[in-house]
């Protein structure tokens, strides 16, 4: 999915009746799902808004400076909504531009003045702080980018980058209230870092699904899925018969339902099928339960 189009959406409706849970990227994955990536220099940059208008439709007009991965195209466009009050960038600004697997501009970096593009669109590392400068964001990209091209570790869905399916290559964190990702990124409720399943984490999620947290080991086997060998199969396998359950209420036709669920047997069951494992569904399975609960 567009992930740029969520967090937008998540952000614009971040007020207290409405707040929503906001997903954000972080660099090291924005550098290992995209196929094509390049610096720009800012040829124009023109706003449109009605008189009286607290916001404007901005319009870029870019020029590429350097290829950083695949072959972006020379000349690009693209719009962004911003404050009326948010300085207009000078010609020559240089913008950090990441490719959609159709050609179109899917995420920007300000290499200048990070988040006046969008709140949302920062170079966030793996440890929840904000990249700046534009040597450090392109000395952390183009390492990361030779790391995955050294390994092709982690694998993942070139064309719904975030696809809400376990082992897809990559995790989902809970980012820490105290850190500048959160702070960056709140819009009234949970916030999310999308980082790569680097291979150290699988050891911690071995460790997590032995947690006495129901949630906590539902978590973890989802994500094992990206780490297919013996030992992961064979813990998930024993998660099939995990007695934690979660009570899930529903209101169907006015009326209020109660059902138990195994948020770890369903995990389980999810992973090992992510990796091509065929074992029976696990009792208690509940097709209606879904993902977005597990991820």
Sequence with gaps: MRLAGLVCAALLAAVPARAKSVVGESLEWLAVS????????????KDRADPGAR???????LKRKSRIKGDPPKNVGFARSVALKTPKPGRGRRFLVFFDHHGGVDFVIDLERPGDTAPWERAFGL????????????????????????????A????????????????????????????????GSSVYLVVPADSFREKEL??????????????????????????????????????????????????????????????????????GVRVEKPSGYDAALEDSFLE
């Design 34 to 45: 995209r196929l094509e990536i390049g610096e720009y220099k800012l040829v124009e940059a």
């Design 156 to 187: 993942v869905d070139r064309q719904r980058y975030v696809n809400g399916k376990p082992g897809s290559g990559y995790i989902k964190d809970e980012v820490p209230f105290n850190s500048e990702a959160h702070d960056k990124l709140f819009g």
């Design 206 to 275: 071995l460790d997590a699904v032995r947690d006495s947290e129901t949630a906590v080991r539902a978590r973890a086997a989802w994500r094992l899925a990206n780490y297919h060998n013996a030992r992961t199969e064979t813990v998930l396998r024993e998660l099939l018969s995990d007695p934690g359950t979660r009570v899930m209420t529903t209101r169907v036709d006015g009326n209020t339902r109660e059902r138990v669920v195994y948020p770890v047997r369903q995990a389980a069951y999810r992973a090992l099928t992510a990796m």
């Design 127 to 154: 440890d929840f702080s904000e990249i700046r400068g534009r040597r450090n964001i392109l000395k952390t990209l183009k390492r990361r980018i030779a790391y995955h091209e050294e390994t092709r570790w982690p």
């Design 55 to 61: 916001w404007t439709q901005r319009r870029f007009l």
